[in-house]
Structure formats: structure tokens, C-alpha cells
């Protein structure tokens, strides 16, 4: 086997690049998403009932991820015809958890040839050789991957965590800060470890905002409302 057919690019690198056919239409990827955050997510097969909850969950959410400028894309390796027969049964007759007549609208990609979810490493042969794992790449407006989120064929995933990632990222990004351990908007956030001792000195004698911990750990308060105008702002 060559093992190179399951390479996986790495956080910090470029995303690969693809045309592909959607069931939106042709895509550049990721050109056409440039300035744009994007999640492109992929699950194993069409007709499945783990795939079928998390689709109507991540198109249920598709306007609150909007909000914060991130697109969805997602992958299988099922044909187009295949993927508009399910999206169709899922609008027309699946009620889960109170969604119901639920319109995905975000782009479904063909990759029958397996050539995208081989670029991205979707094909893990301890799972199946034949299906892509649940695999999410969150990738910024540059084109470069931030996250990389890998889940077995028989787990769903929790796209409220989904969310905090792409907004934590765009913190992170617009404050100069880190997020700490359960992070949600409005909590507090990491300084970065200073750089000096004498930095390390004066943030420990300090009286402003900050509050030390010791002099490699102190957080500062961001509201949430601050966070959330920033980010969508763009």
C-alpha cells in the first residue's frame, strides 16, 4: 500500500487545492473562499443516521456560523445524484430533535475518485478504506488550516464545539490573546507569557487589568459583546 495515499496536510500549512463538483455547483477551493473562514468537514457516507443528524445540525447552525464570516463545506465520497436524493429525503422526511423540513444549503462535494479526501488524509484504512472519516479542517481567510478535528466513522460530532473553535480562532487572532481550557465569549482570556523577566516583574506588581497567577499565567477580562462585534466585523 502506498502510505503516502494517506498523508494528512498539517495545522499552519496551505489547504490543499481542489475543483470539485457540489451539489452548489462547482468549486475552486479554496479560492473561492478567500476572506472567508471555512470549515470543509467530511462523513463517510449519504443514508447514514450519524451523518443524517449531523447535516441537519450543521444546516440548522449554518446562519449562526455565517454570522461569524465561516462557510460550511462538506465532503463524501457518494456521487451527486446520491448526495441530492439524501439532502432531498432529509428535507422531505427526517424530524430529529425538533429540526425538521431542514434545507441543507451549503455545498455537498462529489469525490467518487477519493482525490480530495485523499489530499486531506479523509481516508484512514483502520476505519474503512473505502468511507472518509469525520474529518474537520477549519481554515482562515489566508487559506491557511488552524484546526484539524478527526472523529471514528461511529461517533458524531458536537458542532457547538465546532462553533467555539472558529470564534476562539478569530479572538485569538483580533485580541493578541489565547483562550484557556472550555473558553466561551465573555470568559476570561490568557496574556501572553511574558518574554522577560522584567516583563515577568512588572505584570506581577501590576494593578491594571490583569490578574497573575504567577508571572507565566495571567488572563484579563474581554467581553463578550467586545468579542463578538469584532469578529463580525470582519
Not at 440548522?60 to 456560523?65: L, N, P, V
Not at 481567510?141 to 460530532?157: E, H, Q, V
Not at 497573575?212 to 467581553?223: A, G, I
Amino acid at each position: 500500500m502506498d502510505t503516502n495515499q494517506y498523508s494528512m496536510p498539517r495545522i499552519g500549512e496551505a489547504a490543499p487545492e481542489f475543483k470539485a463538483v457540489t451539489t452548489q455547483g462547482d468549486i475552486n477551493f479554496p479560492g473561492d473562499y478567500k476572506g472567508s473562514w471555512v470549515i470543509l468537514f467530511s462523513h463517510p457516507a449519504d443514508f447514514t443516521p450519524v451523518c443524517t443528524s449531523e447535516f441537519m445540525t450543521f444546516a440548522t447552525m449554518e446562519r449562526q456560523f455565517n454570522d461569524v464570516n465561516c462557510k460550511l463545506v462538506g465532503l463524501s465520497v457518494d456521487g451527486l445524484y446520491s448526495h441530492i436524493a439524501w439532502l432531498r429525503t432529509i428535507k422531505e422526511k427526517i424530524e430529529y430533535k425538533g429540526m425538521k423540513d431542514v434545507e441543507v444549503t451549503f455545498p455537498l462535494i462529489e469525490d467518487i475518485t477519493m482525490e480530495v479526501a485523499k489530499k486531506y488524509g479523509m481516508m484512514q484504512p483502520g476505519e474503512s478504506n473505502t468511507k472518509a472519516v469525520r474529518a474537520v479542517f477549519v481554515i482562515d481567510p489566508k487559506g491557511i488550516i488552524r484546526t484539524i478535528i478527526y472523529y471514528p466513522l461511529s461517533l458524531g460530532r458536537n458542532f457547538s464545539e465546532l462553533y467555539r473553535v472558529v470564534v476562539a480562532l478569530q479572538t485569538a487572532d483580533k485580541f493578541g490573546v489565547a483562550t484557556p481550557a472550555d473558553w466561551r465569549p465573555g470568559d476570561d482570556v490568557i496574556v501572553p507569557t511574558a518574554g522577560s523577566c522584567g516583563v515577568a516583574k512588572e505584570r506581577m506588581e501590576s494593578k491594571d487589568e490583569m490578574k497573575c497567577y504567577d508571572w507565566f499565567f495571567c488572563t484579563k477580562k474581554l467581553s463578550a459583546e467586545k468579542v463578538m462585534s469584532e469578529i463580525k466585523k470582519g
